[in-house]
């Protein structure tokens, strides 16, 4: 009888609850050389500041990598055209009203207040209080690409990479060797993700260890806050700005929508992956909601790589969060980096385990707020991540609709019809 392999899933949560558990234990030893210096600045900084390590070396060869790579891929919308631009630009303002969404609920909500980190944090946050918003837009294209990369100008890079992969879809067969070189680059990046990620049990160990250590259980209540302020965002953004956008653009009914995309629904949420999803979803959309195959076939699949609405509601509600939690003010300049850098990165951004916290780690960085705050959500992340799935696909589906419908490409018999079969899993 073989051995069932333990999933990284269950390992991250074992390494959250261990250092939970140990954290207040050690929050309640007497303070000396042993506690302090040797296990909670001396073993737990090491094993948690070289996992933020290794995930912070990935973060500029991933993002320009994946997004020169998912830019180049949508040839296709230039074949398609009219439908294909309606497509992209659907996705990206969705993504945007998503952070929104989640920057404004997390500002109301304020989960990170109560828990002050500012003390423990290894690097001084260096957002730029008196930027206004007209140079951070300037400061978007890069002088110097090259720079921009070796400085972590995270939206500068975004930029140039993802005017690189249009370069390479518009020019099609004459740089097709250089687009599958960058295919191959992100398989590339993708194994080393995945390197990086085995790490994570233990560097989520050593670092919520740490932080339970130095601050006891006060820190479990602003954690339930920004769960609940992460899976409001996601209902509100599929209720509201899907439902609205499919009342308004298509008259179809919401609610008979979401019920009869239900099947799909119900595996991306227990998936928590939107590409294992993609062909239940592309089957839902087409016999159950009645969008035809042509308009299913290119809309759907580009979703998968480039809409990321309940990732950029992650993000949103993480900054707010993180930036609580260390008592950094963000400027309204610094709230637009986030929306723009969150929203642009969505393009091409894959969707395994890890290049979700690494692409945290990307906004982060792009406002100066330090990376160690994801050490706080990593593990109750995963719980989040079923969620966000299913929010994504829904946006996908929702968009297939909107554009079928303007296309005369919607089967309203099929909408309207009872179901009497079961979508196959």
Known sequence: MTKQKMGLTTKIMIGLVAGMVTGII???????VLRDTIIIDGLFQLVGQLFLRAILMMVVPLVFVSLVNGSASMGDVKKLGRIGVRTVLFYLVTTAVAISIALGL?????????????????????INEGVPLVEVLIDMIPRNPIAAMSSG?????????????????ALGEKVKPI??????LNDLMMKM??????LAPYGVFALIARTFANEGFDVMIPL??????????????AVI????????????????????FLPAFSVAFSTASSGATLPVTMETVEERIGVSKNIASFTLPLGATINMDGTAIMQGAATIFIAQVYGIE???????????TATLASIGTAGVPGVGLIMLSMVLQSVGLPVEGIALIMGIDRLLDMSRTAINITGDAVCTAIIAKAEGEFDQSIFDADDTKTTTV
């Open 26 to 32: 050690l929050y309640n030893f007497p303070a000396g």
């Open 106 to 126: 997390a500002s109301i909500v304020q989960p990170g207040v109560g828990l002050d980190l500012s003390e423990i944090v290894t690097r001084e946050p260096s």
């Open 153 to 169: 100008n995270m939206l500068q890079i975004i930029v140039f990479a993802v005017f690189m992969g249009v370069g390479l879809s």
């Open 179 to 184: 687009v599958s070189l960058f295919d191959q």
């Open 193 to 198: 993700v995945g390197y990086v990620m085995l």
């Open 224 to 237: 339930l806050k920004y769960m609940g302020t992460v899976i409001t965002a996601l209902i509100i953004h």
């Open 241 to 260: 700005t899907y439902g609205g956008l499919l009342k308004g653009f298509t008259g179809l009914n919401p609610v008979r929508f979401f019920k009869k």
């Open 330 to 340: 963000l400027t309204f300049a610094a709230i637009m980096t986030v929306i723009l």
